[in-house]
């Protein structure tokens, strides 16, 4: 069969310290404890409309059609491990680590290749037990209920990439994940509530997060949709999104992002989110002072 190229979510799923195991618990039972490990990854991922490429020993490479299936199947492997009464070993539980990634493959003889697939792995080994670390490319991919549940932890030099990755936590703890809402129920809530729009300015530049463009970004690298300079300024150092009618704002900084409202109220976030509300000033990585020509002005209109 010829090489064909599809865009997909890739998904590499392990066992964390899978020798150790062997060395604890003798061959016999470790290999059954793999064996659930495993059985749980191709569960989760045939339930989610995925297809489990191939498994290596204690590790499953897995494809899915979106972003979001990649997830709903790789939250619901952390969790499975975590519950399944087979997995306690002396009172510790086994535990796997998750990285996902979303682009072009090549298709071949039931084996995928790319660049797409190398960076995946590499979130995996940028994973601890029981996480899910994932890509900027995947989280573009994502539903605004999943996106809820990502936060960029750190930025990494890939082995054999010469430019930096953001990395991404997926929170699968979290009870608010797109698999848990019915997207129907939502928009069934919401229907009643009136469009919004929030303006943000800064230093002559102004964007609308509304409808038909419901995220923006904020940092210093140029990729951003309000650029802002400064040291205490990360690359990508927040992110502005309407979710349910409301205005969230998420901080994935290393300093934090400060929001003085009109009222005169201060809040602080990082990476964290809360919501905006009527109208104010953002400082990123420092408070914001309405003299400064750093400050960023927010507005909720109707």
């Known amino acids: 069969m010829t090489g064909q190229e599809v865009e997909v979510a890739i998904v590499?799923?392990?066992?964390?310290?899978?020798?150790?195991?062997y060395e604890q618990l003798g061959d016999l039972r470790a290999r059954d404890m793999v064996a659930i490990c495993i059985d749980v990854m191709r569960t989760a991922t045939e339930q989610n409309r995925g297809t489990v490429i191939k498994t290596m020993g204690d590790e499953v490479m897995a494809t899915f059609p979106t972003a979001d299936d990649a997830l709903n199947a790789a939250a619901q492997m952390q969790k499975q491990i975590v519950l399944h009464p087979g997995l306690k070993v002396d009172e510790h539980a086994v535990a796997i680590r998750i990285g996902c990634n979303f682009g072009p493959v090549v298709l071949e003889n039931r084996d995928i290749f790319g660049s797409a697939v190398h960076t995946a792995n590499r979130m995996t080994s940028q994973a601890k037990a029981g996480q899910i670390i994932t890509t900027a490319t995947m989280v573009e991919e994502l539903s605004s209920?999943?996106?809820?549940?990502?936060?960029?932890?750190?930025?990494?030099?890939l082995k054999g990439r010469s430019s930096e990755v953001a990395l991404y936590e997926v929170?699968?703890?979290?009870?608010?994940i797109?698999?848990?809402?019915?997207?129907?129920?939502?928009?069934?809530?919401?229907?009643?509530?009136?469009?919004?729009?929030?303006?943000?300015?800064?230093?002559?530049?102004?964007v609308l997060v509304q409808e038909s463009r419901?995220?923006?970004?904020?940092g210093r690298a140029e990729e951003n949709d309000l650029v802002v300079k400064g040291n205490l300024i990360?690359?990508?150092?927040?992110?502005?999104?309407?979710?349910?009618?409301?205005?969230?704002?998420?901080?994935?900084?290393?300093?934090?992002?400060?929001?003085l409202g009109k009222d005169g109220e201060e809040a602080f976030v990082r990476r964290d989110s809360m919501q905006l509300r009527g109208e104010g000033l953002i400082g990123l990585g420092r408070a914001p002072d309405s003299n400064s020509s750093q400050v960023i002005r927010y507005s909720c209109e109707e």
Do not use: C
């Open 234 to 259: 990360s690359r990508l150092h927040a992110r502005v999104e309407l979710s349910r009618n409301k205005f969230i704002l998420v901080d994935q900084s290393t300093n934090g992002t400060f929001i």
């Open 178 to 206: 797109t698999s848990m809402v019915p997207a129907i129920a939502i928009a069934a809530r919401d229907r009643g509530a009136k469009a919004q729009r929030l303006r943000l300015r800064y230093q002559g530049q102004e």
């Open 145 to 157: 209920e999943w996106r809820a549940s990502v936060r960029q932890i750190d930025i990494a030099t």
């Open 171 to 176: 929170l699968w703890q979290t009870e608010d």
């Open 214 to 218: 419901a995220n923006i970004s904020m």
């Open 12 to 21: 590499f799923a392990d066992v964390v310290g899978s020798t150790k195991l």
